[in-house]
């Protein structure tokens, strides 16, 4: 009778040993995803704030076509990108047409005046600071969740439980060559 009482006993601890650990990862790829719903919405602020930006280029810049088509169509692929994975390419590439249209009104001094301008480009300047933060906000999630799968126990049961591995958000190779190099200033 006693050994029936110890298994039995085993039995339950196992479970809830169980019950504990996917509680525990539940609420880590809860974190990841409220991570990833963050990144999203700033990057649908601006994703707003671009045609606007588009617009007053246009009026002072209507022969740099090329460039404002560039941005349209990088925000378009952006808009479709769905995931992590696919939404950082599109705006690694929506990011470098938008260093193009802002290198563009260097060559404008009437646009760069532009109060108008000059607020959309302030505005753009917070929501990539908050991008930025929502970023590495997502990054600690994924890292925290990424150790829980790993780490024992829950590492025997992660992956039966259907637990994977979440990826971070990694700057692009164009950024990342660019990392040691110093910022060229002209007076």
């Not at 939404?87 to 563009?104: H, P, R, T």
């Not at 969740?145 to 164009?174: H, R, T």
Request: aromatic content about 8%; charged content about 20%.
């Amino acid at each position: 009778m006693s050994m029936e009482w110890i298994i039995a006993g085993v039995v339950v601890v196992l479970l809830l040993a169980v019950v504990l650990i996917y509680n525990r990862l539940v609420a880590l790829r809860a974190n990841c995803r409220q991570g990833w719903a963050d990144i999203d919405a700033g990057l649908r602020q601006r994703h707003d704030l671009i045609p606007n930006l588009v617009n007053t280029v246009q009026g002072y810049a209507a022969h740099e076509k090329s460039a404002l088509e560039a941005v349209i169509a990088a925000r378009g692929n952006a808009l479709a990108a769905r995931g992590p994975g696919e939404a950082q390419g599109a705006e690694m590439a929506l990011g470098g047409a938008l260093k193009n249209l802002f290198a563009l009104a260097e060559a404008y001094p009437d646009l760069k005046a532009n109060t108008n301008f000059q607020t959309l480009q302030h505005e753009l300047a917070d929501v990539e600071d908050k991008l930025a933060a929502a970023r590495r906000a997502y990054n600690a999630a994924s890292a925290d969740y990424n150790a829980g799968i790993e780490s024992f126990p829950a590492v025997l049961f992660a992956g039966v439980l259907g637990f994977k591995p979440q990826n971070f958000w990694e700057l692009g190779n164009d950024e990342r060559a660019t990392l040691g190099n110093a910022p060229k200033v002209s007076f």
